[in-house]
């Protein structure tokens, strides 16, 4: 079993930047998908971005392609969420999860049913 400790939210003005962090317990975190995802009050979890534990590879919703970058550091067993630009509408918790198992289709990437472990989340607020 896995955990996962979310960090660096935090209220921010729009315009500005957080850095989240994510923080994997076990050993084999360098083989994980590691996935963030947003929930907003009143609204379903949303897939903001993940980063394939096999190549690197990196995938971003739409909504913030160009804004947000993940990246993971495996010695440290750490993900990172680095949100630039930031908006209102990036209001939300922000989590982290993990697949243990490789993902071959971003149909599965993007779907937190796949995912198998989660954070507690961390809260980023945008203001105007």
């Known amino acids: 079993q896995v955990q996962l400790v979310e960090s660096g939210g935090g209220l921010v003005q729009a315009g500005g930047s957080l850095r989240l962090s994510c923080a994997a317990s076990?050993?084999?975190?360098?083989?994980?998908?590691m996935g963030w995802f947003r929930q907003a009050p009143g609204k379903e979890r949303e897939f903001v971005g993940a980063?394939?534990?096999?190549?690197?590879?990196?995938y971003y919703a739409d909504s913030v392609k160009g804004r947000f970058t993940i990246s993971r550091d495996n010695a440290k067993n750490t993900v990172y969420l680095q949100m630039n630009s930031l908006k209102p509408g990036d209001t939300a918790v922000y989590y982290c999860?993990?697949?243990?198992?490789?993902?071959?289709?971003?149909?599965?990437?993007?779907?937190?049913?796949?995912?198998?472990?989660w954070g507690q989340g961390t809260q980023v607020t945008v203001s105007s």
């Open positions: 980063i394939s534990g096999k190549d690197g590879r990196t």
């Open positions: 076990g050993r084999t975190f360098s083989g994980y998908t």
């Open positions: 999860a993990a697949r243990a198992t490789i993902v071959v289709l971003t149909s599965k990437l993007i779907d937190p049913m796949e995912y198998d472990y």
